[in-house]
């Protein structure tokens, strides 16, 4: 990942520690921009009973995790380097055939409630994540 500083900073921060602040922050800054549009993805394509719930909950949780990408962003270019929020040469995930379909059975809702558990808990690891940079150390 780039993330050499691109421009100078009164920041009083030594720079080893800096870089490290930076890459720290970029590399939050993907896995919440990666949440944001796993977030995104289930808001447009929630379907079922619950349909309105969930819609309107990822929405809600999508807008508050896009606060947090602009203040992430904001700090890594406050301390002189660049907010980069992609993981560029990473490998993807598998897409999916477009054979692949799911029906409205019951393994179907189980399959969404399965998803909207492992999106609360990418969304607990985020929070987790974003907590314990907060509370680094700072030399």
């Known amino acids: 990942m780039q993330t050499r500083r691109a ?8 720079e080893p520690s800096r870089q ?3 890459e720290l922050l970029n590399s939050r800054l993907a896995d919440t921009f990666d949440l944001y549009s796993q977030l995104k993805q289930a808001h447009w394509n929630v379907k079922g009973s619950d349909f309105l719930q969930l819609h309107e909950l990822y929405d809600s949780v999508a807008a508050d995790v896009l606060e947090h990408l602009d203040m992430i962003a ?3 270019t406050a301390l002189g380097g660049l907010a980069l ?6 490998p993807q995930a598998p897409r999916r055939s477009t054979s692949t379909r799911l029906t409205r059975s019951r393994a179907w809702k189980r399959s969404r409630r399965v998803e909207a558990h ?5 969304l607990r690891d985020s929070a987790a994540a974003q907590r314990s ?7």
């Open 7 to 14: 421009f100078t900073t009164r920041i009083n921060i030594p």
């Open 20 to 22: 490290q602040l930076i």
């Open 74 to 76: 904001e700090r890594a």
């Open 85 to 90: 929020g992609e993981r560029r040469g990473w």
């Open 118 to 122: 492992a999106q609360t808990e990418r």
């Open 133 to 139: 940079l907060s509370q680094a150390p700072h030399n």
